[in-house]
């Protein structure tokens, strides 16, 4: 088993697929570095694979990783690759992958590799608009132990703004998400974060039902993301 021991918050950036140059990048990861200085929550950057080499002075995490360690597996990066760099965090099963094709087995060996590699893996679930939730949980999280669990709704997430978003489930929905994920787990420690189009106005409330957030669009900004490391830096 693999737990990740910690009272503090987490606050995961994730880039996706910015921002277009490394110039652009290091700027905005030097902005975020200052603004967080002091701050009392683990904050970790997830951007894309090609600029995680350049990046230091904060945890590092991938957005992705495959299950093989080398091979013919063209376009693929696997999770030894990513510990040699000084990766520690990997996403996986992202709703933006799963979209893509992604489905639970794939998922499932992506998690074990990353965990036997040694990285620490934040496992992304969640339900569409008009999905069981938990029949998806269910799903999402059969055979699964040893991650960190982010709940992220698939209908709550924006495209890029942080402030145009669709309707939000309320704390206490998300509250009872994160119980049933430790109920279907059986484990009442396992970490649980929240990822719906979190912003700097709505964070701190999401951080009193969960142990941290996974924030898209609003990574992107650096004086919204070092806001949201305050609201949590509690």
């Not at 990861?29 to 683990?42: R, V």
């Not at 703004?161 to 009442?188: C, H, N, R």
Request: hydrophobic share 40%; charged share 25%; net charge negative.
């Amino acid at each position: 088993m693999y737990y990740y021991w910690s009272m503090k918050k987490l606050v995961v950036g994730n880039w996706k697929m910015n921002p277009a140059s490394l110039k652009e990048a290091q700027e905005l990861f030097d902005a975020i570095k200052d603004g967080i200085k002091g701050a009392k929550a683990e904050v970790v950057i997830c951007p894309p694979f090609i600029y995680l080499s350049q990046l230091k002075g904060l945890p590092l995490g991938a957005q992705d990783v495959f299950y093989e360690e080398r091979g013919t597996f063209t376009g693929e990066i696997s999770p030894t690759q990513l510990k040699d760099l000084g990766v520690e965090y990997v996403l996986v099963g992202h709703s933006e992958r799963r979209k893509l094709g992604e489905t639970s087995e794939l998922v499932a060996k992506k998690m074990q590799a990353a965990l036997t590699a040694g990285l620490k893996v934040i496992l992304c679930v969640g339900e569409n608009e008009g999905e069981n939730k938990e029949e998806v949980l269910r799903q999402q999280l059969a055979g699964v132990s040893g991650v960190i669990v982010a709940y992220e709704p698939v209908w709550a997430i924006s495209t890029g703004d942080p402030y145009k978003t669709k309707a939000l489930p309320t704390p206490q929905i998300v509250k009872e998400s994160a119980d049933l994920i430790k109920k279907i787990l059986g484990d009442e420690n396992v970490r649980v974060i929240y990822g719906g189009s979190t912003n700097a106005a709505n964070a701190k409330e999401y951080l009193e039902v969960v142990d941290g957030l996974l924030p898209g669009g609003a990574s992107l900004k650096a004086d919204e993301f070092v806001k949201i490391v305050e609201s949590a830096s509690v």
